[in-house]
């Protein structure tokens, strides 16, 4: 079983450009979200979606925008890349939401100029 | 949400038992109180969940007392696999919770 897939694994950037990272789900899962992960940090909530069509901010929304057109994908979109997102992104999904188990992907390690 | 404190770093050797123990002085009656292990270039893993008393599976167990203040959890004769970061989460029941991940325990097993 994939799991949850997370495209690409390393990108570079330069500041101001834009990109969409993405992250796919076999599990028929409804609850999907997007973190981040900085050095010596544990990780930030980013969006999250309960559903296709519904997605909410979590914890450090600025800067990224989500849509969830279907139940398998929800892709992150970075506008207008800046220095400070230079992180690693984590897709997860789960079941249900509240304390249900997260599935992880292996994440993207993003590095702006 | 409930916080939780856990210790930041923890030393051992293989074939020792290990316990990290994780404070969540606020947690609430419909918590639940989950552990995840992340290693280096890798996505957190779940390892186990509890509400209450003792749960255990193949990998660990978790350990709760009656108060639900604290919870800990205890690795069988740990291996140099390991040695990864351990992160404890306390949640809601229902819907959808923020939940947070903190800087976890870096549990380093030497040979």
Same mark, same amino acid.
């Given at each position: 079983?994939?799991? !949850?897939?997370?495209?690409? $694994?390393?990108?570079? %950037? ?16 409804? /609850? ?23 997605? #909410? ?6 800067? &990224? ?12 979109? %970075?506008?207008? =890349? ?6 690693? /992104? ?19 390690? +993003?590095?702006? %100029? | 949400?409930? $916080? ?6 923890? #030393? ?23 552990? /995840? ?17 003792? !749960?255990?599976?193949? !990998? ?5 007392? =009656? #108060?639900? $203040? ?7 004769? !740990?291996? %140099?696999?390991?040695?990864?970061? &351990? &992160?404890? +989460? ?12 903190? $800087? ?8």
């Amino acid at each position: 079983n994939a799991g !949850v897939t997370q495209t690409p $694994k390393f990108q570079v %950037l330069k500041t101001g450009q834009s990109m969409t990272l993405q992250c796919a789900q076999d599990m028929n899962h409804e /609850y999907m979200s997007w973190y981040r992960q900085d050095p010596g940090m544990g990780l930030r909530l980013i969006h999250y979606s309960v559903g296709a069509g519904i997605t #909410d901010q979590g914890e450090v929304p600025n800067g &990224y925008n989500v849509s969830r057109s279907t139940t398998e994908d929800f892709p992150l979109r %970075l506008l207008s =890349a800046a220095p400070s997102q230079t992180s690693v /992104y984590f897709c997860a999904s789960s079941y249900g939401g509240g304390h249900q188990p997260q599935h992880f992907g292996d994440g993207t390690r +993003l590095s702006i %100029l | 949400l409930a $916080k939780t404190t856990q210790p930041i770093s923890m #030393d051992s050797y293989e074939g020792q038992e290990v316990n990290i123990t994780c404070s969540h002085n606020n947690i609430a009656t419909n918590d639940y109180i989950t552990w /995840y292990q992340q290693f280096p270039s890798q996505g957190p893993r779940f390892i186990i969940q509890g509400y209450k008393t003792k !749960v255990t599976n193949e !990998v660990a167990s978790l350990f709760i007392p =009656a #108060d639900r $203040k604290s919870s800990t959890l205890s690795l069988p004769r !740990v291996s %140099l696999s390991d040695t990864a970061v &351990y &992160y404890c +989460l306390v949640g809601l029941n229902s819907g959808y919770s923020t939940l947070t991940f903190g $800087k976890g325990t870096m549990l380093l097993v030497s040979p």
